[in-house]
């Protein structure tokens, strides 16, 4: 196949790329419609242009969070199609005639820093921080929920934070004060966040009837920090970047050897998870012990692909969080 240039093949350069309103210019944005067909799998894999690339990277991407794409045979055709802005997922999507399209992953335009306001529309992709969670942009984003959809996202809570109007059993609730270092205990409800997590088989420091009244105490969460696994620890710096005070923790705030506390506090654990501001679900570990990545700076490795297809135009993978949790340890497990 002939080439034009190192970014496209000859098929490739036939996409309408337009840099000043991307991805397809002004009116090819505002309608979903067939892009082109590409090749077969084979083709696309043996191609070293940029553009093929990327869809490469997008289907092995499919195929790690995808099921039923797992398997995908050398003559497999493949073909894009564009899926609008008026649409929830939209960006480009690629399909395999006969078998259907990926719902979870896209290539979509990088914001850049100069581009002007009214690009502002859903296909975009923000390049993440390599390293360390941009905790700045994750309040932008609560800031934004509590603007437009708080009456959508807790609609209980909102009605009658009274605890005995949301829980049949449920008379107190403990959190983690962050603040205070200690555990504290309520009757009624208040703004907190959940985490979510596997336990494993990590040794982890847990609430018991001995040592409950310990740690209610202010600091005492401090006395037992290196006790506690990697991810409780983590959990509790970004409820304190995010400004927020209370954390609930399973371990931590239902008493491990109280079969009654245990009971009744599984028996509402839906609602707990439910009525928090928001949960911190620690999707990538196998284990309490591997910590929450981007919390600290180093601890995070991120996989993305990000390409410069014409001058001034970067497409970039997107894969949805439902879909990446999908081969999950977590996903695997219940709730916690």
Same mark, same amino acid.
């Given at each position: 196949?002939?080439?034009?240039?190192?970014?496209?093949?000859?098929?490739?350069?036939?996409?309408?790329?337009?840099?000043?309103?991307?991805?397809?210019?002004?009116?090819?944005?505002?309608?979903?419609?067939?892009?082109?067909?590409?090749?077969?799998?084979?083709?696309?894999?043996?191609?070293?242009?940029?553009?093929?690339?990327?869809?490469?990277?997008?289907?092995?991407?499919?195929?790690?969070?995808?099921?039923?794409?797992?398997?995908?045979? *050398? /003559?497999?055709?493949?073909?894009?199609?564009?899926?609008?802005?008026?649409? +929830?997922? =939209?960006?480009? #999507? @690629?399909? !395999?005639?006969?078998?259907?399209?990926?719902?979870?992953?896209?290539?979509?335009?990088?914001?850049? *820093? /100069?581009?002007?306001?009214?690009?502002?529309?859903?296909?975009?992709?923000? +390049?993440? =921080?390599?390293? #360390? @969670?941009? !905790?700045?942009?994750?309040?932008?984003?609560?800031?934004?929920?509590?603007?437009?959809?708080?009456?959508?996202?807790?609609?209980?809570?909102?009605?009658?934070?009274?605890?005995?109007?949301?829980? =049949?059993?449920?008379?107190?609730?403990?959190?983690?004060?962050?603040?205070?270092?200690?555990?504290?205990?309520?009757?009624?409800?208040?703004?907190?966040?959940?985490?979510?997590?596997?336990?494993?088989?990590?040794?982890?420091?847990?609430?018991?009837?001995?040592?409950?009244?310990?740690?209610?105490?202010?600091?005492?969460?401090?006395?037992?920090?290196?006790?506690?696994?990697?991810?409780?620890?983590?959990?509790?710096?970004?409820?304190?970047?995010?400004?927020?005070?209370?954390?609930?923790?399973?371990?931590?705030?239902?008493?491990?050897?109280?079969?009654?506390?245990?009971?009744?506090?599984?028996?509402?654990?839906?609602?707990?998870?439910?009525?928090?501001?928001?949960?911190?679900?620690?999707?990538?570990?196998?284990?309490?012990?591997?910590?929450?990545?981007?919390?600290?700076?180093?601890?995070?490795?991120?996989?993305?692909?990000?390409?410069?297809?014409?001058?001034?135009?970067?497409?970039?993978?997107?894969?949805?969080?439902?879909?990446?949790?999908?081969?999950?340890?977590?996903?695997?497990?219940?709730?916690?």
């Amino acid at each position: 196949m002939s080439v034009v240039g190192d970014r496209l093949c000859r098929t490739c350069a036939a996409l309408p790329f337009d840099a000043s309103h991307p991805p397809f210019g002004a009116e090819g944005n505002a309608d979903s419609f067939l892009v082109d067909w590409l090749g077969t799998w084979v083709q696309i894999t043996n191609r070293r242009y940029i553009f093929c690339k990327l869809v490469v990277f997008a289907i092995w991407r499919i195929q790690q969070t995808e099921q039923r794409f797992r398997s995908i045979l *050398p /003559d497999q055709k493949i073909v894009l199609w564009w899926l609008s802005r008026t649409e +929830p997922r =939209s960006g480009i #999507q @690629i399909i !395999f005639p006969s078998r259907g399209t990926s719902k979870g992953t896209v290539i979509g335009v990088v914001r850049e *820093p /100069d581009m002007p306001l009214l690009h502002n529309i859903d296909y975009f992709y923000t +390049p993440i =921080s390599a390293t #360390q @969670i941009d !905790f700045n942009r994750v309040g932008h984003w609560l800031q934004t929920c509590t603007q437009y959809h708080q009456s959508a996202c807790h609609p209980k809570f909102n009605s009658d934070p009274k605890m005995w109007s949301l829980f =049949s059993e449920l008379r107190v609730i403990r959190f983690i004060d962050v603040n205070k270092d200690c555990l504290v205990e309520r009757h009624s409800l208040t703004s907190y966040v959940c985490l979510s997590y596997v336990w494993g088989a990590v040794a982890s420091f847990r609430l018991s009837k001995a040592n409950k009244n310990r740690l209610m105490q202010p600091g005492a969460i401090m006395e037992v920090w290196d006790l506690l696994p990697k991810t409780i620890q983590d959990a509790v710096t970004v409820v304190k970047m995010l400004g927020e005070k209370y954390l609930w923790v399973d371990s931590l705030c239902l008493v491990q050897n109280d079969p009654q506390d245990i009971e009744i506090g599984t028996g509402s654990m839906d609602l707990i998870y439910e009525c928090s501001k928001l949960t911190i679900v620690a999707a990538s570990g196998r284990d309490a012990g591997e910590g929450l990545p981007g919390v600290n700076p180093g601890t995070r490795f991120a996989e993305e692909r990000i390409a410069e297809v014409i001058p001034g135009l970067r497409l970039a993978v997107y894969t949805h969080g439902d879909f990446r949790i999908e081969p999950t340890v977590y996903n695997s497990r219940a709730w916690t």
